[in-house]
């Protein structure tokens, strides 16, 4: 007896609910087998399961700074493997007088520097090419020192958030001012709204932000202070670093309990602190593993100029600069894996989502790169009348063009 048509819909889609998110590749071919995996892979309902069985959304790539007469911020598509060639390369991004900030909830945070206008922040979404552009908060001759964006929709998962609303948090100076400001803008207003200040002179670092609990957390004064943004209270406070961090520079990132954590590199090795709330109810940092740079990089220059970089927000994953090149190390299991290079020791700002058939414009700008490897697979000329019946057998083919 022939199978039933509705158990082998629900068979095709347990095996591409299956496909990797961190090689988008494998969706976009498969969507270009028949009208009725295009139709399956494009399905809200399908994109849902899809999103919830792999959890966390998968890095597609990053922006970077470089300086080159001016200011330029510069798309990174993620590197797969020697065999794959990720569809996603974002739309010849590479923007002139313009410079990133940070990515989180699906967009990136830049700011204008352009001649003859004013500056401006721009958030940016790399999946539907969507911009939008906002004034600065405060007018007049001011210092915006840093800047953060996120997801505003209520009751967010986060693993899907494109075209909803957004806040932007701007930290900033007056010029020869001790005084910092806080400023909100939300997408739904349309308003910057100040919320805060404090007597503080100190240089944001140029490194996109932590958020963590219901606070921002900002890297200060060469990794030595660290910035909050209170979204409860509106407030700003200063948290010190541990002193191991005075000689050397620490970023933020995600702690192992989710909270606030530090890392920074001293004598060839990474150092990991997290700021608890001891038995007393007074915070403190505590000082977690040191992972042994030389174990994970055996063959590692000496003289080799090695930084982290940056961090994936929510995960345990940091990225190192060693020599241009970037790698990202998941510190619990101590995987090491090279990403791409930066051409420059400036941060970079990882960018993660999920890239699914239909989700934007950047699928237009690919589509040519993947036909001949659909043609292996399927009848072009009858791509647009293939049926369910002719699907049958193709997975195994598809997966196996990665």
Known sequence: ?????????????EILLRLPPDDPACLVRASLVCKA???????PAFLRRYRGFHGAPPLLGFLHNIYDEGPCARFVAAAADATTTSPFSAPAFDRFDWWIVECRHGRALLQTFERHAFARLVVWDPITGDQQYLPMPVSGYYFCRSAAVLCAADGCDHLDCHGGPFLVVAIGAYEECTHMWASVYSSETGVWTTSSSIQLDVYIEERPSLLAGDALYFSAQ??????KY????????????????EPSEGI???????????????????HLWSWQVGPRGIAEWVQGRVVKLRTL??????????DVIGFQEGTDTIFI????????????????KKVGKTGSNYAMAPYVSFYTPGT?????????????????VCDWQNFSQTDNKSCKGQIAITMKMQ
């Not at 209170?230 to 961090?245: E, T």
């Not at 600069?321 to 090491?336: A, G, P």
């Not at 934007?360 to 790169?369: E, S």
């Open 222 to 227: 060469q990794g030595k202070m660290v910035l």
């Open 252 to 270: 933020v990132v995600t702690a192992e309990d989710g909270g606030l954590g530090l890392v920074g590199v001293k004598d060839g090795n990474l």
């Open 37 to 43: 995996w295009r139709e399956l892979l494009s399905s």
């Open 360 to 376: 934007g414009l950047v699928l237009i700008f690919n589509l040519r790169t993947l036909y001949i490897d659909v043609c292996v």
């Open 1 to 13: 007896m022939a199978p039933q048509p509705d158990l082998i819909n629900d068979a095709t889609a």
């Open 297 to 306: 990089f055996p063959i590692l220059n000496p003289l080799a100029s090695l």
């Open 230 to 245: 209170d979204f409860v209270g509106q407030s700003l406070d200063v948290i010190n670093a541990p002193d191991m961090f």
């Open 321 to 336: 600069s060693i020599d241009m090149d970037v790698f990202t190390v998941m510190l619990r299991s101590e995987q090491v």
